[in-house]
């Protein structure tokens, strides 16, 4: 299993005439999973509910409020592994939260 980040200058399903474009696409792969299945609660953390076999959206505005999520995530992490994909998600919420209208897509197997 992992899970794929794609960001979008839109929505991705459409909703305007061109529909939305791919800004970036990574693949952080499985260490970015076991970072969120070992350290966050789905109770008590937004990253949390992350579908690992779904997808996941994100707007502008969500993106802004986890990133500080994903940082207390990275103090959490227990191998450089985990801390690169952690890195990568938050270069990924940090270039959301900045691009109004974004949206990070959270593409689960």
């Keep these: 299993m992992s899970i794929d980040i794609a960001l979008y200058d839109g929505h991705p399903a459409g909703g ?3 529909g939305a474009r791919m800004l970036r696409l990574s693949s952080p792969g499985a260490a970015l999973d076991d970072a969120l299945a070992r350290h966050t609660d789905p109770a008590r953390h937004r990253l949390g509910r992350i579908d690992p076999y779904g997808d996941t959206l994100f707007d502008e505005r969500d993106a802004g409020a986890v990133f500080e999520e ?4 990275l103090a959490r992490c227990t191998t450089e592994e985990q801390r690169a994909a952690v890195r990568e998600l938050r270069d990924l919420l940090a270039d959301c939260a900045a691009t109004p209208g974004s949206r990070l897509v959270f593409l689960g197997d």
């Design 16 to 18: 305007r005439r061109t």
């Design 70 to 73: 994903a940082t207390a995530l």
